[in-house]
């Protein structure tokens, strides 16, 4: 198995590099014994970082991840995500209790605003610290804020994470993004890493993973995760996803292998507003 790598929180926790994403699991009845043994896979190989949120199926997803960790749930470290529409003062801690109950825990380890909305980050970041005070919620964060978002947030107000959208074709947050994080050693979590599959058939990573006799999504995966500051939480619906992106934590990309995806991805040379899927 590789080697543990992990992710530090402001906050002095430190969590996997690579983690299991939820989005678009839980609403197929029919699939639900397959996606709770992918969880539980993910788990087994210490992809326990979690990530899910009141809006994937209405709930549904937290349902799922509720019964995958069920008899284990100290092995798990649960990300979840208010909706901007319920992250006023009481909606913010309304809209907790329900995802812990969905879940089938008193806790959820990080949450997240789901993205901004109408509701000043001033109101949504005190009941967010509320939450945290009274133990419902181990720390919190925010998920597609761009940096002129967080630099809206209340003056001390430090999230332990950005959870945003971040994979080969989509590098905006490297220009401006990155460097406002990393100066405050806030670690950003990439959804969608592997652009929901439509990196495949690109002949640069057809081109890498012949050489590393490895599958093109681990290299789009494993170029990801070469930031020592960034979590991956990429969605697998069955055990041998799982294990396929559990395998890109063994593949170590060369310099060359890095430079021949700029050439067919490349940086970003100016600022580009945040992508959202």
């Known amino acids: 198995m ?5 992710v530090t929180f402001p906050s002095g926790v ?24 992918s969880l539980r896979r993910g788990l087994d190989l210490g992809m326990t ?18 019964e995958a960790i069920r008899g284990r749930r100290d092995e798990a470290f649960l990300v979840s995500k208010v909706l901007p529409s319920n992250a006023d003062a009481r909606g913010t801690v309304d809209a907790c209790h329900a995802s812990l109950r969905r879940l089938g825990t008193d806790r959820i380890d990080l949450y997240l605003l789901h993205w901004r909305g109408g509701v000043p980050l001033s109101e949504t970041v005190e ?12 720390a919190w964060g925010v998920s597609n804020l761009d940096v002129d978002d967080l630099e809206d947030l209340p003056d001390g107000a430090l999230p332990q994470t950005n959870q945003v959208l971040y994979n080969l074709t989509r590098r905006g947050p490297e220009y401006d993004l990155f460097p406002w994080s990393r100066e ?3 670690p950003l979590m990439a959804y ?5 599959g439509r990196l495949l058939g ?21 170029w990801v995760l070469r930031h020592d500051d960034v979590i991956a939480i990429p969605k697998a619906s069955t055990t041998a996803h799982v294990e396929e992106n559990h395998a890109a934590l063994e593949l170590t990309l060369t310099d060359e292998d890095v430079e021949a995806l700029d050439a067919a991805f490349p940086p970003p040379a100016r600022k580009q507003p945040l992508e959202i899927l």
């Open 14 to 37: 430190s969590v996997p590099a690579l983690g299991q994403g939820t989005w678009h699991m839980g609403d197929d009845r029919s699939r639900r014994a397959e996606e709770l043994a």
């Open 184 to 186: 405050r050693s806030v």
């Open 49 to 66: 970082l979690i990530d899910t949120a009141e809006m994937y199926g209405s709930g549904a997803a937290e349902e799922l991840v509720g």
């Open 127 to 138: 009941a967010l610290e509320g939450l945290v005070s009274r133990g419902s919620i181990g």
């Open 2 to 6: 590789a080697a543990a790598k992990t």
């Open 192 to 196: 969608s890493p592997l652009e929901q």
């Open 202 to 222: 690109r002949q640069a990573l057809e081109s890498v993973a012949s050489a590393h006799g490895s599958t093109p999504m681990q290299v789009a995966l494993a």
